[in-house]
């Protein structure tokens, strides 16, 4: 089992640095060989660790005076910030001094730093970000793109898809992971040229295509990962959160009108529950970029430690100790190649 040492940018997010370095230090009692490097303005996390108990051996503090804030542009922020904490741990990634970096931050500026630091696979046109969503008949289904590619061709859909099944297998240990295209219906001439184009695609080059699926059944083990372009995604993904909350909000309000409803809560108490944990968005703490040359987790701007920290033991560890990224590789060399083997053929035909 070879060392794991993640970046972790400390002033990203709503919440930073207190509820970042609480996460990140919280993860470290689930593994023995998991380290941190926790980069960011060395003044704040000093402050915020003197607060903790923790083995210095495994944490190292890197300064970074610079911070990317929300509202900075993607693009021009990640080039001109070059002293900033987002910047500084993606650079650790690139030079090998980290197998990954996990923020809360700006996500234009993580999305455009992994592909200008880390470069994409070889293969690869477009990274694409992973999301678990809940499903109530089983385990969570896989989600990509949730935001990454406003637009993106029959064939990058393809390559998400691939990416997503191999994540499936090897982060959730789904043996044969059924895939979906996200459509408006689940006949095969159903949707624009884009999925109808990418569906052609998977039947012949996706081992467990299993179709179309409408956004109603995304819920209920329809697939196991789900596949679209990252305007679709990161809107569904959003609508979906906002839902979920509302629904517990009205709940909250609602039972606190009657103490009969009262009543009733407290012996519903377990449904509940479990029902907050299925729609928990901090259970798997947050989104890995696939597709670039490391690991690059994007949490939700409002994370809190709890969602850090299972995105630490949740993904970023299993991640890099099962190599992840060289498998991704490797079917994404084997796919471009069926790719032009098709693209030959129908030239010839």
Same mark, same amino acid.
């Given at each position: 089992?070879? %060392?794991?040492?993640?970046?972790?940018?400390?002033?990203?997010?709503?919440?930073?640095?207190?509820?970042?370095?609480?996460?990140?230090?919280?993860?470290?009692?689930?593994?023995?060989?998991?380290?941190?490097?926790?980069?960011?303005?060395?003044?704040?996390?000093?402050?915020?660790?003197?607060?903790?108990?923790?083995?210095?051996?495994?944490?190292?503090?890197?300064?970074?005076?610079?911070?990317?804030?929300?509202?900075?542009?993607?693009?021009?922020?990640?080039?001109?910030?070059?002293?900033?904490?987002?910047?500084?741990?993606?650079?650790?990634?690139?030079?090998?001094?980290?197998?990954?970096?996990?923020?809360?931050?700006?996500?234009?500026?993580?999305?455009?730093?992994?592909?200008?630091?880390?470069?994409?696979?070889?293969?690869?046109?477009?990274?694409?970000?992973?999301?678990?969503?809940?499903?109530?008949?089983?385990?969570?289904?896989? =989600?990509?793109?949730?935001?990454?590619?406003?637009?993106?061709?029959?064939?990058?859909?393809?390559?998400?898809?691939?990416?997503?099944?191999?994540?499936?297998?090897?982060?959730?240990?789904?043996?044969?992971?059924?895939?979906? %295209?996200?459509?408006?219906?689940?006949?095969?001439?159903?949707?624009?040229?884009?999925?109808?184009?990418?569906?052609?695609?998977?039947?012949?080059?996706?081992?467990?295509?299993?179709?179309?699926?409408?956004?109603?059944?995304?819920?209920?083990?329809?697939?196991?990962?789900?596949?679209?372009?990252?305007?679709?995604?990161?809107?569904?993904?959003?609508?979906?959160?906002?839902?979920?909350?509302?629904?517990?909000?009205? =709940?909250?309000?609602?039972?606190?009108?009657?103490?009969?409803?009262?009543?009733?809560?407290?012996?519903?108490?377990?449904?509940?529950?479990?029902?907050?944990?299925?729609?928990?968005?901090?259970?798997?703490?947050?989104?890995?970029?696939?597709?670039?040359?490391?690991?690059?987790?994007?949490?939700?701007?409002?994370?809190?430690?709890?969602?850090?920290?299972?995105?630490?033991?949740?993904?970023?560890?299993?991640?890099?100790?099962?190599?992840?990224?060289?498998?991704?590789?490797?079917?994404?060399?084997?796919?471009?190649?069926?790719?032009?083997?098709?693209?030959?053929?129908?030239?010839?035909?």
């Amino acid at each position: 089992m070879q %060392l794991v040492k993640v970046a972790i940018d400390a002033m990203g997010g709503d919440y930073a640095p207190t509820e970042i370095i609480s996460g990140a230090l919280s993860a470290l009692k689930f593994f023995d060989d998991l380290n941190l490097v926790i980069v960011g303005q060395e003044e704040k996390i000093w402050e915020v660790l003197s607060t903790f108990n923790y083995n210095e051996d495994r944490v190292e503090i890197r300064h970074a005076a610079e911070v990317i804030k929300s509202d900075d542009d993607p693009g021009l922020s990640i080039r001109n910030k070059k002293n900033s904490s987002m910047v500084k741990a993606l650079q650790m990634v690139r030079a090998g001094e980290a197998h990954a970096v996990l923020s809360a931050g700006n996500t234009g500026a993580l999305m455009a730093g992994g592909v200008l630091f880390l470069s994409r696979l070889s293969g690869i046109s477009r990274p694409a970000l992973l999301t678990p969503m809940p499903s109530f008949k089983g385990n969570p289904v896989l =989600f990509l793109d949730v935001g990454a590619n406003m637009d993106s061709r029959p064939e990058q859909l393809l390559q998400f898809a691939h990416m997503g099944r191999i994540y499936a297998q090897q982060i959730l240990g789904y043996k044969k992971p059924r895939v979906a %295209l996200l459509n408006v219906g689940s006949e095969t001439n159903k949707g624009n040229n884009q999925v109808r184009q990418a569906h052609a695609l998977f039947e012949n080059l996706l081992p467990g295509f299993c179709g179309n699926v409408e956004g109603t059944e995304v819920f209920f083990n329809a697939a196991e990962v789900v596949i679209c372009d990252g305007f679709v995604g990161n809107i569904f993904l959003k609508t979906s959160e906002g839902l979920s909350r509302a629904i517990l909000s009205y =709940f909250r309000q609602e039972i606190d009108k009657k103490l009969n409803y009262k009543l009733g809560a407290f012996l519903l108490k377990p449904v509940f529950l479990g029902l907050r944990n299925k729609i928990d968005t901090s259970g798997y703490g947050g989104a890995p970029l696939l597709g670039v040359n490391g690991l690059c987790i994007k949490c939700h701007g409002s994370s809190r430690a709890r969602s850090i920290e299972q995105a630490l033991i949740r993904q970023a560890y299993p991640f890099v100790q099962k190599d992840v990224t060289r498998k991704l590789q490797a079917a994404l060399e084997e796919l471009a190649g069926d790719i032009e083997e098709i693209a030959g053929s129908e030239k010839s035909d």
